[in-house]
């Protein structure tokens, strides 16, 4: 068996893993590192402009070019969860593997939308797979194990091959209670745990920050004490979060409700992300509140609530402060709403820690403060895995192997420190780098 680590092993972004045994070649996730495209887009570069050797040149994309000589080899495509870091590459290089892409529906639908997104058509078979069920490809039966995570329908995959199961665990948390979605499959990571784990894939954001991740309620909670703790009968409310953030935006429109406030969700992302999760059935926002992705019907529903500030509750992007956003845009008076002194910004998330992302945000928080705004900040708990978490999800399945992932070498260290923790020796654990594979 052969690991190749092709993306995401020298940044938080552009993931891309591959396993190879005997003749079958399976691709784990083709992401973006949306960094690299949003410094070029700011010096002024047009993205349509790229082609995917240039994705590729810049760091958006993973350069996928050892597989190249393998890739009559390759089976399949398999994406984990529907966040760009993990699909966001797939219409660029997914047309250089002739193999189906699986995921499972909210993946796959979220996939449909960002590929119309990108005007791509592919050949690849899309194959939406239900989460706890598996899908054989070649002689590698592909499963999808049920997680938590900050977006829906998150999967484990477990690649079992005649030389032993491969877990990859790239993204997670142990939420056991996520607002919309069930616990995490424990049952089957604990049977996992007894079959033969030859190696983990797992990442690493996360390890050096000690304890267990807060639950996707400590959230919620967080957020009905600043949208429902004080009076603010007068102001207007504008709340941020990730787009695919679905359970956060269900508690938004929840406490909207509460408050008598039509809740409206804004932006084109938004939209996106909503849509897949309608048209699946998994919610249904658009029961009772807006969603509005187009720009000339944004500003129309910005100037009538601009008149009635006190009706409404703003759901929108731009939490990193990413210009062009439709914060950024309100903050900037690019839009028809103006922002008054004392209106509340609820910012549910946290800054990215990239250097752009640190830069966009500071300045639209300088933006906020100039106007008086209220500004509420870090109402949130993260999707991603803490070290008592990964130490769990490592003795449920007892690896062989461990293979840090998804983060820079420091992350991964801190993984590899945990494990050194557990007993895991330097061989069994694998620091891998860009491009780089080791025999298992
Ligand atoms: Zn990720
Ligand atoms: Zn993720």
Do not use: W
Not at 198 to 224: C, D, F, N, R, W
Not at 368 to 393: C, I, M, P, Q, T
């Amino acid at each position: 068996m052969e690991f190749f680590s092709v993306g995401g092993y020298s940044e938080v972004g552009k993931n891309m893993s591959a396993v190879k045994v005997n003749d079958s070649i399976i691709i784990l996730d083709m992401g973006m590192f949306l960094p690299a495209l949003v410094d070029f887009e700011e010096g002024g570069g047009e993205r349509r402009n790229l082609t995917t050797e240039g994705l590729i040149k810049l760091g958006a994309i993973p350069n996928d070019k050892i597989l190249q000589p393998l890739k009559d080899k390759v089976k399949g495509i398999v994406l984990g969860h529907c966040h760009l870091d993990h699909i966001g590459a797939t219409s660029f290089l997914a047309p250089h593997y002739d193999a189906p892409i699986l995921g499972t529906p909210y993946t796959m639908e979220v996939l449909k939308h960002e590929l119309i997104n990108e005007r791509v058509k592919l050949n690849n078979k899309l194959i939406g797979v239900n989460p706890n069920s598996t899908y054989k490809l070649d002689n590698i039966d592909v499963e999808f194990i049920h997680m938590t995570h900050s977006t829906l329908q998150t999967s484990l995959v477990a690649l079992h091959t005649k030389e032993g199961t491969i877990l990859y665990a790239n993204d997670f948390k142990f939420d056991n209670s996520p607002v919309i979605q069930k616990k995490p499959n424990y049952k089957r990571l604990k049977q996992l745990g007894k079959e033969n784990v030859i190696a983990l894939v797992v990442e690493s954001l996360y390890a050096h920050q000690e304890g267990k991740t807060p639950s996707e309620k400590v959230a919620k909670e967080m957020l009905k004490d600043v949208m429902l703790g004080v009076e603010s009968s007068e102001n207007a409310i504008i709340a941020t979060t990730f787009a695919s953030h679905i359970s956060r935006l269900k508690s938004m429109a929840e406490f909207g409700e509460k408050l008598n406030r039509k809740v409206v969700f804004l932006g084109r992302s938004m939209m996106k992300y909503i849509d897949a999760a309608e048209s699946l059935k998994l919610v249904n926002f658009s029961k009772k509140a807006d969603v509005i992705g187009y720009s000339d019907k944004v500003k129309r529903k910005l100037k009538e609530i601009n008149k009635n500030r006190n009706k409404y509750v703003i759901v929108c992007t731009g939490g990193q402060g990413e210009p062009g956003s439709i914060l950024d845009r309100l903050a900037s008076r690019q839009l028809p709403f103006e922002l008054m002194k004392e209106d509340h910004v609820i910012f549910s998330n946290r800054t990215i820690p990239a250097e752009i992302n640190i830069r966009n945000r500071d300045k639209l928080e300088r933006e906020l403060k100039n106007k008086h705004v209220r500004v509420f900040k870090d109402v949130h708990s993260s999707g991603h895995a803490y070290r008592e978490d990964l130490r769990d999800l490592i003795n449920m399945v007892k690896p062989k192997c461990i293979i840090p992932a998804h983060g820079p070498l420091e992350k991964l260290n801190n993984l590899a420190s945990l494990a050194f923790d557990m007993g895991y020796s330097k061989k069994e654990v694998k620091i891998m780098e860009d491009g780089k594979n080791v025999n298992v």
